[in-house]
């Protein structure tokens, strides 16, 4: 069992930057894959980054690519993820996610955090 915590988000103008942390409990954190994903007003949650177990290998959706960057350490059993040139269209609630299978990393998550509002205004 895993429990994510969640902190960062708030309020930020269209160009500006955030970081979002995911901290989980327990001592097995390395050998999850974590990923972050959004749900924006009014659609489905989707799929925003991950990272596998070493944090060797990283995977985004083209909306952000170039723009967030995913990160952990192990040590801390944190993940975070750094979203930079933010638009108004990142406007969404995130969540952080944990999955004990090292295969697909865009779906199959078994364990999401408490979700965080980012609001970006034009």
């Known amino acids: 069992q895993v429990q994510l915590v969640q902190s960062g988000g708030g309020l930020v103008q269209a160009g500006g930057s955030l970081r979002l942390s995911c901290a989980a409990s327990?001592?097995?954190?390395?050998?999850?894959?974590m990923g972050w994903f959004r749900q924006g007003p009014g659609k489905e949650r989707e799929f925003v980054a991950a990272?596998?177990?070493?944090?060797?290998?990283?995977d985004y959706a083209d909306s952000v690519k170039g723009r967030f960057t995913i990160s952990r350490d192990n040590a801390k059993n944190t993940v975070y993820l750094q979203m930079n040139s933010l638009k108004p269209e990142d406007t969404a609630v995130y969540y952080c996610?944990?999955?004990?299978?090292?295969?697909?990393?865009?779906?199959?998550?078994?364990?999401w955090g408490q979700g965080t509002q980012v609001t970006v205004s034009s």
């Open positions: 996610a944990a999955k004990a299978y090292n295969d697909y990393v865009r779906s199959g998550y078994d364990y």
């Open positions: 990272i596998r177990r070493s944090g060797g290998s990283t």
């Open positions: 327990g001592r097995t954190f390395s050998s999850y894959v």
